[in-house]
């Protein structure tokens, strides 16, 4: 018989939030790691919103240089599709 568990321990947080931590640009150069999870989450959720932008940055960008390239259209249509 198998039981499934709902509830996390508390050193599990601990560990998870120390992993999160060390994941974090910020976090790591600050170098503390008694942020409270709290500011951790939220500079986790900024830290994430930092690279969805990036990310778009980088597509507007490799999308302009293909439109500039000679490039044959089922070529364009490939790189197009990866994008998405």
């Known amino acids: 018989m198998t039981t499934s568990r ?8 601990n560990e998870l939030i120390s ?3 060390a994941l974090l640009p910020e976090a790591r150069r600050r170098g503390t790691h008694r942020a409270s ?3 951790l989450l939220k500079e986790t959720c900024s830290y994430i919103k930092s690279l969805h932008r990036e990310v778009d940055d980088l ?3 490799l999308s302009y240089l293909i439109s500039s390239m ?5 070529q ?9």
């Open 19 to 21: 992993k999160l931590h």
């Open 76 to 84: 364009a249509e490939i790189i197009r599709s990866l994008l998405r």
């Open 6 to 13: 709902s509830s996390i321990t508390e050193a599990e947080i």
């Open 37 to 39: 999870a709290a500011k």
């Open 59 to 61: 597509s507007d960008r």
């Open 70 to 74: 000679d490039v044959t259209t089922s």
